[in-house]
């Protein structure tokens, strides 16, 4: 049985950016990035509204086609309700296309924000779990979702349900000694351009050297930080990514250079370094603003939060 919500709820979420793979991780680990986007969300009596503040103004949809929108049905759908009219407000930080987990948020964001409106009409808002599978279903893989939903890193799977893939995390907790240092380009990259780059098979001794490091990067995050310029290495899917992004690839290994474990975040063209140093070397930093990154530290993010009411506000 479908319930139609009443026009007049509001509800807001707060959701994070995230960095993905993190070297070997690929399609695996994930972690939370202390930069915001927030979607407040009212229902009407009928129609679409959409307005898009920040990151995104003027070139993403306004229409049924926008992603949170998307994510709002898709909630809707799996709460059992329906809406007879939107308002969508998002006010956006996070960089979109440059490998921080935009389109996760956005997703993410939505499906959060269905909740307060659910909790208003006494239906049972989703669980953590719920939220990471519906979230991943946009994207085909979890770890940008999973950490968008859980904070802070996590380590997350696919495996072959009744139904179609089944998506889960685990959350780890970050060494308090690790610094996050984002550099982020002008230039944007779609995870679908970078991804057709890479090969459909890799060797036995390829997926030997990612499968140690990426066991290794668990370790390092989590309890010997001291570990982190061996753990981060990746022969899987950077090196064949580089060839789009040039720029990224040589501040990477700028970086590397000075001791920074720096890797791509997520797909690029941005590039993380995790340190234990709170600096990064003064000629980084100075290379770095040469060729158009803007560079600057963040920690570990919190997971995605919602709340009722709030009404939406231009």
């Known amino acids: ?8 709820l509001t509800a807001t979420s707060v959701v994070a950016a995230s960095s993905a793979n993190l070297g070997p991780g690929f399609d695996s680990l994930g972690l939370a990035l202390s930069l915001y986007d927030e979607i407040a969300v009212e229902t009407t009596e009928s129609g679409l509204a959409v307005e898009v503040h920040g990151e995104g103004a003027g070139q993403v949809p ?10 709002i049905q898709h909630g809707l759908r799996a709460v059992g309700s329906t809406v007879a009219g939107l308002k969508v407000c998002c ?6 296309s440059r490998g921080l987990g935009s389109s996760a ?4 964001g939505g499906l959060a924000a269905v909740n307060g409106l659910a909790s208003q009409a006494g239906l049972k808002p989703m ?24 904070g802070g890193g996590v380590v997350s799977w696919t495996s072959t349900g009744p139904t179609g893939p089944r998506y889960a995390a685990a959350p780890l907790r970050i060494h308090p ?10 230039q944007r990259s779609l995870t679908a351009e970078t991804r057709v780059l890479l090969p459909r098979s890799v ?16 370790v390092a995050l989590t ?20 060839i789009a992004m040039r720029a990224s690839a040589e501040y990477m290994q700028l970086l590397r250079r000075y001791g920074i474990a720096a890797v791509l975040s997520g797909a690029g063209p941005a590039v993380i370094g995790l340190s234990t140093s709170p600096e990064l070397p003064e000629e980084a930093l100075e290379y770095g603003a040469a060729n158009g990154f803007t560079i600057g530290e963040m920690t570990v993010g919190h997971g995605v939060r919602w709340s009722q009411g709030n009404p939406v506000r231009s």
């Open 1 to 8: 049985m479908t319930t139609t919500l009443p026009a007049g």
């Open 177 to 186: 000694d690790i610094h996050l240092f984002p550099a982020i380009p002008e």
């Open 127 to 150: 669980t953590e779990v719920e939220l990471i599978q519906r979230a991943s279903e946009f994207e085909g893989h979890p770890d940008n979702a999973a950490a968008a939903v859980l």
């Open 223 to 242: 309890e010997r930080p001291d570990l982190l310029m061996d753990a981060t290495e990746d022969v899987l899917h950077q090196p064949h990514r580089a």
């Open 62 to 71: 306004l229409d049924s086609t926008h992603l949170v929108v998307r994510a």
């Open 105 to 108: 948020a956005a997703v993410v």
């Open 203 to 218: 060797s036995h001794g390829d997926a030997r050297f990612n499968v140690s490091r990426a066991a290794l990067l668990v």
């Open 91 to 96: 006010r956006n930080k996070i960089p979109h």
